[in-house]
């Protein structure tokens, strides 16, 4: 996309987020994305961002839908990683089922996923006819992707489902399953390709936290004084948020002109350990009233531990970057 329109869609986005989605952030956070914010996602073209259109999604090209994602993720992580679970997760889990993508994408039809896509893989010997699925994401699905040993496959049945409150990352939550009378298909898709997908999408997502979070504490710093003065002007407060501000700049560069899974995995773990940084920082700059939801800042913190929880696994990412550095398998003893 011409940088013209980029940046358009980049205002674009930015301004719906603004309006639509930070009035709401608290009512995200209690009870997850509502309807009505989610139709109105659909009528932007924003849901299914990358989906392609004979599936009923926008088609956007990847520089675009990064750009969303960022945007969206400044104001509400748990909204961009709702977009990132459709269009990245589901979107390239699926390719090859453009039907149930279809029903994705109109909401007539809910697909859970199983986090070992990113790290592990799930039993699915069922003993007695029964499977029991200890986490999975978006629950409520009428089917489950799983990872068999490497392989995705589509899991359907009689479903169970046992809530419980995530930490964050709320809209997305958070189940066990139980399966009876379940079957499960091929999807004729790796894990891998869905890791390596998810590469520059998870970035981007962790630098919109990072941005969040450092522009609640620098507002929080110009406002905030002790002995008159404010926080902004001692180098402990101001140089680390200046600092932050700077690397993440340089990621965002390097996100939108990345052309390779070497150049994408770079990003990504960068900006994981970034956006971890970032976090910890904007909740010192508030002191204890960084803990209280009013402030904004909290949201950050527990979102940013559950964006790395669901769609990363530290280990893997660090040894598939040795293995590109060195250009042979390496970093796994």
């Keep these: 996309m011409p940088s013209e329109e980029l940046q358009l869609l980049r205002n674009t986005a930015d301004s719906f987020a603004q309006q639509a989605i930070s009035p709401r952030v608290n009512e995200i956070e209690e009870g997850g994305i509502p309807d009505d914010l989610l139709g109105q996602l659909r009528a932007q073209g924003f849901y299914a961002a990358l989906i392609p259109q004979e599936a009923g999604g926008s088609g956007l090209d990847m520089q675009s839908y990064l750009a969303l994602l960022h945007s969206i993720s400044r104001v509400s992580p748990t909204v961009g990683a709702t977009m990132l679970y459709v269009n990245s997760v589901l979107g390239n889990a699926l390719k090859k089922r453009v039907e149930l993508l279809s029903g994705i994408v109109q909401g007539s039809v809910k697909v859970s996923a199983s986090p070992s896509i990113f790290y592990?893989?799930?039993?699915?010997s069922g003993p007695g006819g029964v499977l029991q699925v200890s986490n999975v994401l978006c629950p409520g699905g009428d089917y489950v992707i799983l990872n068999d040993g490497g392989s995705l496959r589509l899991l359907s049945g009689r479903f169970t489902w046992e809530h419980r409150k995530a930490?964050?990352?709320?809209?997305?939550?958070?189940?066990?399953?139980?399966?009876?009378?379940?079957?499960?298909?091929?999807?004729?898709?790796?894990?891998?390709?869905?890791?390596?997908?998810?590469d520059l999408p998870v970035a981007a997502v962790s630098l919109g936290i990072t941005e969040?979070?450092?522009?609640?504490?620098?507002?929080?710093?110009?406002?905030?004084?002790?002995?008159?003065?404010?926080?902004?002007?001692?180098?402990?407060?101001?140089?680390?948020?200046?600092?932050?501000?700077?690397?993440?700049?340089i990621l965002l560069q390097a996100?939108?002109?990345?052309?390779?899974?070497?150049?994408?995995?770079?990003?990504?773990v960068n900006a994981l350990e970034l956006m971890k940084e970032a976090v910890r920082v904007?909740?010192?700059?508030?002191?204890?009233?960084?803990?209280?939801?009013?402030?904004?800042?909290?949201?950050?913190?527990?979102?940013?531990?559950?964006l790395t929880a669901m769609f990363s696994d530290t280990r893997n990412d660090m040894r598939r970057l040795a293995s590109e550095v060195y250009g042979e398998r390496a970093g796994f003893i």
Excluded: C, W
Excluded at 120 to 124: A, N, Q, R
Excluded at 172 to 192: K, Y
Excluded at 282 to 294: E, I, P, T
């Design 212 to 249: 969040g979070a450092v522009q609640k504490a620098m507002d929080y710093s110009r406002v905030r004084t002790t002995f008159n003065v404010p926080l902004k002007d001692y180098e402990p407060v101001a140089q680390p948020l200046a600092r932050i501000v700077a690397t993440k700049d």
């Design 167 to 198: 930490l964050g990352m709320r809209s997305i939550g958070l189940a066990s399953l139980r399966a009876e009378a379940f079957r499960t298909e091929d999807l004729g898709t790796s894990a891998q390709e869905v890791i390596e997908a998810t």
């Design 120 to 124: 592990g893989t799930s039993d699915l």
């Design 255 to 268: 996100l939108m002109s990345a052309d390779n899974p070497r150049e994408a995995l770079a990003v990504k």
């Design 282 to 306: 904007a909740l010192q700059v508030h002191g204890g009233y960084g803990y209280f939801r009013d402030f904004g800042v909290e949201k950050f913190y527990r979102d940013s531990a559950a």
